[in-house]
């Protein structure tokens, strides 16, 4: 798939999501459809008259027959509530069924695979053909059972089992409306029993609570909340974070919601409880943010002073609505604007504890500030409406994706300053957790990558060298971070941080061998061949290995022997990069002893004839390889159409480099290196 076609493609699933995640529907609203099979090529949709065509938002179907009445019921999971319906098949009638459980011996234990052919006794041709299947649907997997339909049919003639690769086996003196088990080899049908008889099971209407303006959410995963300010009254910009140390409730208001001055007139009444239970209210008003609400804003002073308001209070700003709105889309997939009133109940540390929708009562304030004291699982247990068992652990929440929210949203600073806010807190771990440290390393990652687009890169190296604390065995991130600073120009950057990697983990080849190659990069080969050594006998057959080793011993003037390397890297890779630089020390060098021109001639050959003569850089060697022998003309061709070629690539210094090279041909001179 095309570059362009594939951002096409992921552009299509990006604007799926994002209306999903503003209430869109999967299905796009349709009813539930079911489509009867009428005996050919054709269906008939009886979604109406088989009752199935509820407006769910449906996904996957399982079918199992769940009271064992011979008819198949249906297990539907929804998107929307209600999340799963079983739907049972109330037909009765006089048509027949057979079932059948398979145990695989050779075979694999379930039989998945197994054909199944009923042949129905009286008529040798008509036979009803299933096959065992893991998954027969979207996130679904039906029973085991395979459950034949007979209709009027009273009699059966036998049954053929094709196990999954190893042949077929026969099975005879099977009854009707009877469930068989059957064993692979076994020969014989054992007749199964369900445990009990008939399961009677009654419906139920499906009562979905009604929808509300009022909704509590209560926060296991805590992340802290963004930095944000408010505005008091004289025009102040006042941090929330000066707050911490005790809870905080922040609340969104305006003067024109009657339910925000109800809320608030509650809270007022109740401020000697309030104030007892160590919970600290700010309420900001919303009115000054729109210019079309200045009137609003002017009263909401004289407002607050009548209903005697003894809390914190100011106006919001976009900031503060901003950092709010994150938070509530990183917690939710239904992205809907906060409505007013709402709240965050921020607990000491000043970590988002509970989302309010709409009002919230005092009552339930002062019983949420008792749930704030109280241990991280007692917390966890009283906050739903039913007893049970927890199917995890508490974990601790990653805040990548409302750093990611920042980021998409332009808000590069912002997501900067979370991060740093989100890693400079400690927790509490209860034993040495690699998964945990693994995180921290791609926030610090994230972290320094979004400082070097700032193009602080000081900082962002800062960044990255946390990665080596907090896992410093991970070879592989400390590859592509030094990858990344090399890319971005900055190879003693790179070096360090490389060279710190490696002696953190002595032994990770793949350090040694980038660590060394960045050292011949940066005019350090002398430092590189004691360890590009190490790295080819410890791999004599990786042809990078001797490539590199072979330009770092030609960079510390050791030639003879980086032609000795040049030559096993092109013995295990012909046409190789090594080809063409043994092919240019043959053709340049000053050391007629070591020239060697049709040797050079051969090997740029071969190397062009690969590449469809159209590398300016092995032609090139092939120019420099023909003027060795004195073949001017075909240098002076060669070189040309280099020229050209790198002209095209938009390669000036190349270009420069090659007219060089082509004046010398032109005067009847071979061009020299190495001195």
């Not at 241990?375 to 009283?382: L, N, P, V």
């Not at 972290?447 to 190296?461: H, T, V």
Request: some cysteine; glycine content about 6%.
């Amino acid at each position: 798939m095309a570059q362009d076609q594939l951002q096409g493609y992921e552009d299509a699933w990006s604007a799926i999501y994002q209306l999903i995640d503003r209430g869109g529907s999967w299905s796009g609203r349709e009813r539930n459809c079911c489509f009867l099979n009428t005996g050919g090529r054709r269906f008939a949709d009886v979604s109406a008259s088989s009752d199935l065509d509820f407006d769910d938002d449906g996904r996957g179907v399982a079918i199992v027959d769940w009271d064992f009445d011979g008819f198949l019921d249906l297990w539907v999971t929804n998107r929307t509530a209600p999340r799963v319906r079983l739907l049972r098949n109330a037909k009765k009638g006089s048509h027949h069924f057979l079932a059948f459980r398979l145990l695989g011996m050779s075979s694999n234990r379930d039989a998945i695979g197994a054909r199944l052919e009923l042949f129905l006794d009286g008529d040798s041709k008509k036979r009803l053909i299933k096959t065992l299947r893991a998954g027969d649907g979207f996130l679904a997997q039906s029973s085991k059972w395979v459950h034949f339909g007979l209709g009027d049919t009273t009699r059966i003639d036998r049954l053929v089992v094709h196990w999954p690769g190893k042949g077929a086996e026969t099975f005879k003196g099977l009854e009707v409306d009877s469930r068989y088990k059957l064993v692979q080899g076994g020969g014989q049908a054992q007749l199964w029993t369900p445990p009990r008889g008939p399961l009677e099971l009654k419906p139920a209407p499906v009562n979905l609570p009604s929808v509300t303006a009022q909704a509590r959410t209560w926060l296991m995963g805590r992340l802290p909340m963004p930095d944000a300010t408010y505005k008091t009254w004289d025009g102040t910009d006042v941090a929330l974070d000066s707050y911490r140390g005790q809870p905080l409730l922040v609340n969104l208001w305006s003067t024109t919601c009657a339910p925000c001055v109800r809320e608030m007139s509650e809270w007022a009444q109740a401020k000697t409880a309030i104030g007892n239970a160590g919970l600290n209210i700010l309420s900001a008003c919303v009115d000054r943010v729109s210019e079309s609400s200045g009137n609003a804003a002017s009263i909401a002073p004289r407002l607050l002073e009548r209903i005697e308001f003894p809390f914190l209070t100011g106006t919001a700003n976009l900031e503060l609505i901003d950092a709010m709105e994150a938070v509530h889309r990183f917690y939710f997939e239904r992205q809907q604007a906060l409505p007013v009133p709402c709240s965050f109940l921020l607990d000491h540390r000043g970590d988002v504890a509970a989302i309010y929708k709409g009002p919230i009562s005092a009552d339930q304030l002062l019983a949420d500030q008792k749930i704030l004291g109280t241990a991280s699982r007692a917390q966890r247990d009283s906050t739903i409406p039913f007893p049970g068992r927890w199917a995890s652990n508490l974990s601790i929440p990653n805040p990548r994706p409302l750093v990611a929210l920042f980021v998409k949203a332009g808000q590069h600073d912002e997501a900067i300053a979370y991060l740093r806010k989100y890693l400079t807190r400690t927790f509490k771990l209860a034993a040495a957790n690699t998964s945990w440290h693994r995180a921290r390393a791609r926030l610090y990652r994230t972290l320094g990558d979004l400082l070097w687009s700032k193009n602080k890169q000081p900082e962002a190296l800062e960044a990255y060298a946390k990665i080596l604390v907090e896992t410093p065995e991970d070879v592989r991130q400390h590859l592509k971070v030094a990858d990344k600073i090399v890319r971005e120009n900055h190879s003693k950057e790179a070096l360090q941080y490389l060279e710190s990697a490696w002696k953190l983990n002595p032994g990770a080849s793949d350090l040694r061998f980038h660590f060394a190659v960045l050292l011949r990069q940066t005019d350090r080969p002398w430092e590189a061949v004691p360890l590009l050594r190490d790295t080819v006998r410890q791999s004599p057959t990786a042809v990078a290995a001797h490539f590199e080793l072979a330009e770092a011993l030609r960079a510390a003037d050791d030639v003879r022997t980086a032609i000795t390397h040049f030559r096993t890297a092109h013995r295990l890779l012909p046409n190789s990069f090594a080809t063409n630089s043994l092919a240019w020390i043959l053709a340049t060098h000053h050391d007629p002893g070591i020239r060697n021109g049709r040797e050079a001639v051969q090997l740029a050959e071969q190397a062009c004839q690969v590449q469809g003569y159209a590398n300016p850089a092995t032609l090139s060697t092939l120019g420099a390889s023909y003027a060795e022998i004195d073949r001017f003309d075909k240098a002076i061709a060669v070189a040309s159409k280099a020229i050209v070629l790198a002209r095209e690539a938009g390669d000036v210094e190349f270009v420069e480099r090659l007219s060089e090279q082509l004046s010398l041909y032109a005067s009847g001179r071979p061009g020299r290196e190495g001195r």
